[in-house]
Each structure stands twice: as structure tokens, then as C-alpha cells.
């Protein structure tokens, strides 16, 4: 499983856009980079998933390089309730995926 | 409503104790997990079923055994445990199908607490 690395924490205001960038140098050419979060004592809730280039949905977009080493979660906007731990994940989707979730990033959204 | 239900949202229990909790799914996938979360802790994979076969056993202690009698509900049966296993208790699904495994959908959890 390739790991991943992020923040483990950022700061931001209301209105603004957060971006949040995660690391996974040995990622292998059948994973996915998925972003989950997650509300205090609630579990994950699917943000976004993709492969390469850009994904973008009603929620957030999600940017990869080429070299796909790094990606990068831009949550547009953020509000109060966007205040949560996000997760980056990378595995290949098939059927012996195991969701594995590091410490992820806390972001706080400030007034 | 993430149409993965979890009960019950909360439980406290004596170490002698056994005790049983619920997840059920509705979104007709046929893959669920138990995952542990710990105060400060990312979560911890703990049980894979595919198919109604348990797939993955993450080296957990025999206190936890758990139970998928059909593709919509997985039990985790609890006992003798320590206090070392409060903690939030999650519950989540995904469908395998055609090589690919879909993104997970989790429950609300069961917040354990072992005194």
C-alpha cells in the first residue's frame, strides 16, 4: 500500500479556499488516490476520487500531477461545517482493497 | 443517512460482560468492515467480508468475533473486554463487482465505552 503523507493540520476563514496537499511518492500505477472526511464521532463520508488530471463534483475538486506523486484536495468556499479531519487514501480499487486510513489532516474553519 | 446503520450509537459495558453490535446496510452492496477508532488514533481496519466470507482478520484479539449472516448485516460480538477497547466502533460497505470494489459507505459508529 503506498503511504501517504499530509498536514496534520491547517487553518483557514469562511469563504475561502482550502487546499490541501497529500504526498504518496510510491504510488503504483493500478491506485487511486481517494479523499474521505470525517465529523467528530461520525465515520468517513466519501468526498472525490481519481486517477489523474482533474476530477471535480458538487463538493470539491481534486487536482494530480502527471508524475501523480502528490495530489491535492480544493475544498472552494469553505464554510464552518467543512471543519473535519480529511484523509487521503491510495489503493487500487479492486477487490482486495483495503481502505487503510492514516492521521489525516484537521482543518479548522474559522469566522 | 449514509444508508449504513449502526446500533447502538452507544454502549457502555462491565469487562464481564457480553454485548453485541448491529450494522446493517441498505444499498445492496456485498462487502462490509468493522473498523476501530481510538481517542486520537487513525482508524484501524479490524474485519473485510466479501461475499458473507470473512476476508481480512487485522490480528485482533479473539474478544472481538464477528458475524455476517447475509450481505445486508455484520454483527461484532463483544466480550470479557478491557478498557483499553473503548472506543468508536465503525461499521462500513462497499460492492465488489467485476474486478472493482466502489468506494466505502460508513455507519454513525458505536461509541463503546468498557468500565
Known amino acids: 500500500l503506498a503511504k501517504t503523507t499530509q498536514p496534520i493540520s491547517m487553518d483557514s476563514y469562511e469563504g475561502q479556499e482550502v487546499n490541501i496537499t497529500c504526498s504518496h511518492n510510491n504510488i503504483a500505477t493500478n491506485d487511486y488516490i481517494t479523499w474521505y472526511q470525517q465529523f467528530p464521532s461520525q465515520g468517513p463520508r466519501f468526498i472525490i476520487q481519481?486517477?489523474?488530471t482533474k476530477v471535480t463534483n458538487e463538493v470539491a475538486s481534486l487536482f494530480i500531477p502527471a508524475d501523480r506523486k502528490s495530489s491535492t484536495l480544493s475544498l472552494p468556499r469553505v464554510s464552518l461545517s467543512d471543519t473535519a479531519v480529511y484523509y487521503c487514501l491510495v489503493a487500487r480499487m479492486d477487490s482486495s482493497y483495503k481502505l487503510i486510513f492514516g492521521s489525516g489532516t484537521r482543518l479548522l474553519v474559522r469566522p | 443517512e449514509t444508508g449504513v446503520t449502526q446500533t447502538p450509537r452507544h454502549l457502555v459495558m462491565g469487562m464481564t460482560n457480553k454485548k453485541s453490535l448491529k450494522c446493517e446496510q441498505h444499498?445492496?452492496?456485498?462487502?462490509m468492515y468493522w473498523y476501530k477508532q481510538s481517542a486520537k488514533k487513525p482508524l484501524e481496519l479490524m474485519f473485510v467480508?466479501?461475499?458473507?466470507?470473512?476476508?481480512e482478520n487485522n490480528s485482533v484479539p479473539s474478544r472481538f468475533s464477528p458475524e455476517c449472516p447475509n450481505s445486508s448485516h455484520l454483527f461484532l460480538h463483544l466480550h470479557t473486554l478491557q478498557p483499553e477497547d473503548s472506543a468508536l466502533y465503525l461499521c462500513?460497505?462497499?460492492?465488489?463487482?467485476?474486478?472493482?470494489?466502489?468506494?466505502?459507505?460508513f455507519g454513525q459508529g458505536t461509541r463503546l465505552t468498557v468500565v
Open positions: 481519481g486517477y489523474k
Open positions: 462500513a460497505s462497499s460492492q465488489d463487482g467485476g474486478g472493482r470494489r466502489t468506494e466505502a459507505f
Open positions: 444499498l445492496g452492496h456485498n462487502a
Open positions: 467480508y466479501s461475499l458473507e466470507e470473512r476476508v
